[in-house]
């Protein structure tokens, strides 16, 4: 029988892995500075450099792929990806290191002292864990996986891997659980996305089985879960960090905080800002008039995502005293500016209606040559939009402009406004 795509490329990850964890691979990759692999180019001139030295074509392949992979996880985990070993799915859903380190915060602060780490990756949240001093086991059904998280987890002596399905692991002494359900496929040509929460691996209905038994859980889940699947029982906080969404956190028991239904956790260079509520999202609070709409004024703000996300711009408007220009559309508006990390601020500068060809006339007029285009509640692709606008504009246009698209009821506006620093 042929093997699904899936099966092929698990073989092609268990092989690389094979490679690089043989004495020779390990000694080969770590002489490797994986800034030397951070482009394609580079890659390719790495892998040349390595064969021409004599080193064996799978052995070489193994080692440019995870040095590839090392380059990209710096983003994650700092100078610690250099010396960690990663698959290209457990990369891209692993938990960033310092967002790791707030979820272990949790189960200290609740007096959980040993945890199962259920669908564990490569070990993220496990090393995070067993950095508090916690002793985690960290289980993963996929092998190569499971190989991973080991070779980043031997240098806590408090954690351990197991290699079975985490839905049969048994809790028996443990009180807490954390779980990363996988939320993506695999196959030879990348991987792909889930959204049915009871597709996940564990699915969402096994994490609810566990908060029933009394044990304090905590689940990370994609940020773009639907507010209908959320649990009742739990606090969701969304995060996002230096302005992208990375995930929805559930936490049930004594992990969650009292009083606490909804929170966007903003998270930038400078610090963290939190805003939150006690009840459930209501997507129609502002049809009904409970959310303040009004005009456009001097200064317009864009929330971050996660407090889109989370349905907190109601909360976000008391605090800035701001209005909706839409009912339907996140953006708000102020007369004085406000400063705050759950917002972007722009400066109203002019309203354009939204027609093509004028827009072309004012950015010729304007001599604009760089042009920034946000867009909500428009069926406009920006980047297409960009270059029809920009066409035809000479070398010496360097003005560079803000257009925010948007509607206001039936009508289509074009926002012309200026970055407040």
């Given at each position: ?46 892998n040349l450099?390595l ?11 193994a ?34 290191l ?82 990363d ?16 929460p ?21 689940v ?10 959320l ?64 005009k ?22 008391k ?50 040559g ?20 920009l ?31």
């Amino acid at each position: 029988m042929a093997s699904s795509s899936s099966d092929a490329g698990q073989s092609a990850a268990t092989s690389h892995l094979a490679h690089i964890l043989s004495p020779a691979g390990w000694t080969l990759l770590n002489s490797v500075d994986p800034s030397s692999a951070g482009t394609k180019e580079a890659a390719l001139q790495l892998n040349l450099s390595l064969r021409k030295a004599g080193h064996p074509t799978d052995l070489v392949t193994a080692v440019v792929q995870q040095s590839e992979l090392r380059f990209k996880a710096r983003t994650k985990f700092g100078p610690f990806a250099d010396t960690m070993v990663f698959t290209q799915a457990g990369l891209e859903q692993a938990t960033r290191l310092k967002l790791a380190g707030l979820h272990a915060q949790r189960y200290t602060r609740a007096g959980i002292t040993k945890v199962a780490d259920l669908g564990c990756g490569i070990g993220a949240d496990s090393l995070a864990l067993a950095s508090a001093e916690i002793e985690v086991t960290a289980v993963e059904m996929d092998e190569t996986t499971a190989a991973a998280a080991t070779l980043n987890l031997m240098p806590w002596p408090t954690a351990k891997v197991v290699n079975m399905d985490a839905t049969e692991f048994d809790l028996t002494g443990f009180d807490g659980v954390w779980l990363d359900p996988a939320r993506r496929t695999t196959d030879t040509s990348g991987t792909s996305r889930i959204f049915d929460p009871e597709a996940f691996s564990p699915p969402l209905s096994f994490v609810e089985s566990l908060a029933d038994r009394g044990l304090a859980v905590g689940v990370k889940m994609g940020p773009g879960i639907p507010h209908d699947a959320l649990p009742a029982n739990c606090e969701i906080q969304w995060v996002s960090i230096n302005g992208d969404v990375v995930e929805a956190a559930l936490w049930f028991g004594p992990l969650a905080r009292p009083g606490i239904r909804r929170a966007a956790l903003v998270i930038e260079a400078h610090g963290a800002t939190e805003v939150s509520s006690t009840v459930d999202f209501d997507p129609h609070a502002a049809l009904r008039g409970d959310v303040p709409v009004g005009k456009i004024e001097e200064y317009i703000h864009e929330p971050d995502g996660a407090v889109i996300r989370s349905g907190l711009i109601d909360e976000l408007l008391k605090i800035t005293g701001g209005h909706l220009i839409d009912p339907h559309i996140a953006y708000f508006s102020t007369k004085d500016p406000v400063k705050t990390p759950l917002a972007k601020a722009y400066r109203v500068v002019a309203v354009h209606p939204y027609h093509v060809k004028n827009l072309r006339s004012w950015v010729k007029a304007q001599g604009i040559g760089v042009l920034d285009i946000k867009k909500r509640g428009m069926d406009v692709t920006p980047e297409e939009l960009r270059k029809i606008l920009l066409a035809g504009n000479g070398r010496d246009a360097k003005k560079k402009a803000t257009l925010i698209l948007t509607r206001v009821g039936d009508t289509r506006l074009a926002i012309e406004v200026e970055p407040v620093v």
